[in-house]
């Protein structure tokens, strides 16, 4: 049974970096098969993708967050992590990790963990 | 890049047959494959919908969706509805940078 669990901080604050990971239980993060991906939700509002990685390194981010954003896979943990730098009131959202399908689509999504920016 | 253009939210009887539209503002809606993620009240997504008309194993045949190159527009329906269908559905596809895109969610309310 695949389970992804997020991990991190509830509460950081402004200017500094967020980090979270991701515990992946059931599947491999080094199978060639998936991308693994970290998503995200501010209070009311719609899904934001944030980027995924591939479990040989590559990754490939949101546009509008590239500049503050790392995505990055521990194979021995099987874990990936995020971190966002810099971050403002605005970055307070509900962060997701999920599994990536055939490119194609998130067929495993972990529970959701609030993350707070706020001093 | 696009945007994904849903209404804001939408309501219908049980039992009925109710279509959520997701609009793509630039590029064509063919061009890359539109998925559709079903998120109730305190709980993560979940796909109904994959590569435009797909289910997922576990998602009954009351849930399809397709997609309409004239009004560059991507539905999903959901026939016989039931209270639990009750939720934010979401639309979602990509660039050509394989950048994922969500669409603004569409809250259903079945009454």
């Known amino acids: 049974q695949v389970q992804l669990q997020e991990s991190g901080p509830g509460l950081v604050k402004p200017s500094e970096t967020l980090s979270l990971t991701c515990t992946v239980s059931?599947?491999?993060?080094?199978?060639?098969?998936?991308?693994w991906s970290w998503i995200r939700q501010p209070p009311g509002k719609t899904l934001e993708w944030i980027g995924y990685?591939?479990?040989?390194?590559?990754?490939n981010y949101n546009p509008s967050l590239k500049s503050r954003v790392t995505i990055s896979v521990d194979t021995s943990k099987n874990q990936f992590s995020l971190r966002l730098s810099s971050v403002t009131a605005a970055d307070t959202a509900v962060y997701y990790c999920a599994k990536v399908e055939g490119g194609v689509y998130f067929d495993y999504w972990g529970q959701g963990t609030l993350v707070t920016v706020s001093s | 890049n696009f945007m994904l253009t849903q209404p804001h939210s939408v309501s219908e009887s049980p039992g009925k047959t109710v279509t959520i539209s997701c609009t793509r503002s630039s590029g064509s809606i063919a061009s890359n494959s539109v998925q559709w993620y079903q998120q109730r009240p305190g709980s993560s997504p979940t796909t109904v919908i994959y590569?435009?008309?797909?289910?997922p194993s576990g998602v009954p045949d009351r849930f399809s969706a397709s997609i309409d190159s004239s009004s560059n527009s991507a539905s999903l329906t959901i026939s016989g509805l039931k209270t639990e269908d009750e939720a934010d559905y979401y639309c979602q596809s990509y660039d050509s940078s394989n950048h994922w895109v969500f669409g603004g969610g569409t809250k259903l309310t079945v009454l």
């Open positions: 590569e435009d008309n797909q289910r």
């Open positions: 059931g599947v491999s993060v080094s199978s060639g098969s998936y991308y």
């Open positions: 990685i591939y479990y040989s390194g590559s990754t």
